[in-house]
Every structure is written in structure tokens, then in C-alpha cells.
């Protein structure tokens, strides 16, 4: 594989695994409730946050593993596990309850930040398969120069999604409440099949099944 085909099948890879489509309405439903301007914080933040994660991953992935004494197989039982969280809540309205009992304080500049940075980053972007995937990868890139070859490439994927978040924002107004609360609910479901999956993969991995 010459090194164009390389680069070309890092980026099918990470577009892959970061899935912006599936993504987007995702993206919407965890941020019910926000504003325009709060919602593209939160892209750019959680866009930007994961691209940091991943481009580390790429430079000192399987050294950060190592060092730690972590397996991937672990890395998506633990993904796997905060992951069925979220959609639990999804699923029952946990976090509508939450946002009624404290009013539109709710949102504030620490609730985007956090959102941000878990779900939407952490594991939903830069999740145990876009991780596993940018190591895998960096084995193929190993001069530096190759290592910076594929952090343009994450860079790119991550502007695709981020362009991607920004469009899915527009389609709220569309939805309702009704299209809304059923939306949630079954992304919420298949989340929890998708956590589900992370789980039973990191067990056939960690223990060789």
C-alpha cells in the first residue's frame, strides 16, 4: 500500500468510526433545550477536545496504553458502561426531570463546558473505536512527518463532524416536541444497543474470547 492509499484509508477509517450522521441527532438530543449560539459552543468545544485526544492517541497512543497498564479491551468495557448511562437517562427523561427542577439556570457556562467534554467528546467522538482505530493506524505513519500526515487527517474528519453538528442544529426547529421526545427516546435505545456492543467487544478483548 503506497502512501496516498495509506493516508486515504486513514480518513475512510476515522470517518468511520466517528460516524458525523450518526452523530448529528445524537448531538441534538443531548443538547435539547440550548440555544443556537449555546449548541455551537458545545460543537466546537467537543469537536476540539476530541481532536486533541485523538491526535495524542495518534502520537503516543499504544505508549499512553502501556504506560497506564490499560487494555483496549478494558477501554471500551469502561466507554461501553458511561455510555448505557447516558441513554438511560435518554431513555427515561432523567435529564428533562433534572433541567425542570432547576429551571433555565440549568444551562449555564459549566453545564455546556461539561457536556463539552463528556458525553460529546468523551465517548461519543473520541470513543474506544475512533481511539482503537488512531492507534492502529499510527503503526502505518511512523516517521514524524507521518505522525503529522495523520493528525491533518484527524483535523480533517473532525471538521467534517464539526460541520456536520452546526447543520444538525437547524433541524431542531423542525422537530417539535413530539418529534423531539420520540427522537430521544430512540436514539436513546440504540445508544444503549451501541454501549452494549462496546462492552461485549471489550470482553471478547480483554479476556481472549
Not at 461501553?80 to 427515561?92: D, V
Not at 499510527?138 to 473532525?158: H, K, P, Q
Not at 435505545?189 to 456492543?197: D, E, G, K, N, S
Amino acid at each position: 500500500m503506497n502512501h496516498l492509499d495509506l493516508l486515504i484509508n486513514a480518513l475512510t477509517t476515522i470517518l468511520v468510526t466517528i460516524d458525523p450522521p450518526g452523530l448529528a441527532p445524537i448531538f441534538l438530543s443531548l443538547t435539547m433545550g440550548m440555544s443556537r449560539q449555546q449548541r455551537f459552543i458545545v460543537a466546537w468545544r467537543g469537536s476540539l477536545i476530541a481532536f486533541f485526544i485523538l491526535a495524542a492517541f495518534a502520537l503516543f497512543g499504544n505508549g499512553i496504553l502501556s504506560l497506564l497498564g490499560i487494555s483496549i479491551g478494558a477501554f471500551r468495557i469502561a466507554g461501553g458502561m458511561l455510555l448505557f448511562w447516558i441513554a438511560f437517562e435518554m431513555i427515561f427523561e432523567k435529564r428533562n426531570e433534572r433541567k425542570e427542577k432547576t429551571g433555565e439556570v440549568a444551562i449555564t457556562r459549566d453545564h455546556i463546558h461539561n457536556i463539552a467534554v463528556f458525553p460529546l467528546a468523551l465517548p461519543l467522538i473520541a470513543g474506544p473505536g475512533a481511539i482503537s482505530a488512531t492507534i492502529l493506524l499510527s503503526g502505518s505513519f511512523s516517521s514524524t512527518i507521518d505522525r503529522l500526515e495523520l493528525i491533518a487527517v484527524i483535523a480533517l474528519c473532525l471538521g467534517i463532524l464539526f460541520a456536520a453538528l452546526v447543520i444538525a442544529e437547524r433541524i431542531d426547529r423542525f422537530l417539535g416536541v413530539t418529534g423531539r421526545a420520540i427522537l430521544t427516546r430512540l436514539l436513546g435505545v440504540i445508544l444503549a444497543a451501541l454501549a452494549v456492543q462496546f462492552v461485549v467487544d471489550g470482553i471478547r478483548s480483554a479476556f481472549a474470547i
